[in-house]
């Protein structure tokens, strides 16, 4: 099992762009979530899913959007990148029904700068 | 707003001591789980303990949970050079959101 797969690793953008960070999960894990994590500030929830077809806002939700189409894919979108979202970010999944040990299973991270 | 918040926020410790850890939360929680990352990579979850539980033991590491004074404590035993990592709490409030401290990071020389 690859576990939870994030790409791309590093990206640099400028101030306007776009663009899409890809996170997949070969576990069958009906939920996943996306953290952000910035210096002294901890690891902060911005969106996740309790499964396919729905999704819910979590901490600091502005500036991005998902979608949950499938059950191994869960991608967030910056629509128009600014520098406060300069950080690293997290993909998370775990089974949330029967099994649910409340373990979070972490992909290894994306490095965002935008300038 | 963070839930968790650990303490100290660094600690720096010579190889085979034991380190200790501790974080305090704001609101009731279900669970209480404990999050190692080491340097440029993801979290790996280390342990989890339940609102009910009031100590859990995993290897080198011992957790204990008092809800009255919304308080957890990690103490890592024996703690080697490769125990260097930072270290988050998590707590489990509502059922799908996990919300983690700021960390300790924990700097453990031969």
Not at chain 1, 35 to 47: N, S, T
Not at chain 1, 58 to 86: H, I, K
Not at chain 2, 55 to 65: A, D, N
Not at chain 2, 88 to 110: E, H, I, N, P
Request: glycine share 8%; with cysteine; proline share 3%.
């Amino acid at each position: 099992n690859a576990g939870v797969t994030q790409t791309p690793k590093f990206q640099v953008l400028k101030t306007g762009q776009s663009m899409t960070l890809q996170c997949a999960q070969d576990m069958n894990h009906e939920y996943m979530s996306w953290y952000r994590q910035d210096p002294g500030m901890g690891l902060r929830l911005i969106h996740y899913s309790v499964g396919a077809g729905i999704t819910d806002q979590g901490e600091v939700p502005n500036g991005y959007n998902v979608s949950r189409s499938t059950t191994e894919d869960f991608p967030l979108r910056l629509l128009s990148a600014a520098p406060s979202q300069t950080s690293v970010y997290f993909c998370a999944s775990k089974i949330l029904w029967e099994g649910d040990t409340g373990e979070l299973f972490f992909g290894e991270g994306s490095r965002l700068t935008v300038l | 707003s963070q839930q968790g918040e650990e303490d100290p926020q660094a600690l720096s410790i010579q190889e085979g001591e034991n380190a200790t850890m501790n974080c305090s939360y704001k609101t009731s929680i279900n669970n209480l789980q404990w999050y190692r990352q080491n340097s440029g990579r993801g979290l790996v979850h280390l342990i989890l303990i339940r609102s009910n539980e009031r100590e859990k033991h995993s290897g080198r590491l011992r957790v204990t949970l008092d809800t009255s004074k919304k308080s957890s404590s990690l103490l890592i035993t024996a703690s080697r050079a490769a125990d260097t990592a930072s270290y988050f709490c998590a707590t489990d409030g509502t059922a799908s959101k996990l919300t983690f401290g700021t960390g300790t990071r924990l700097q453990v020389t031969l």
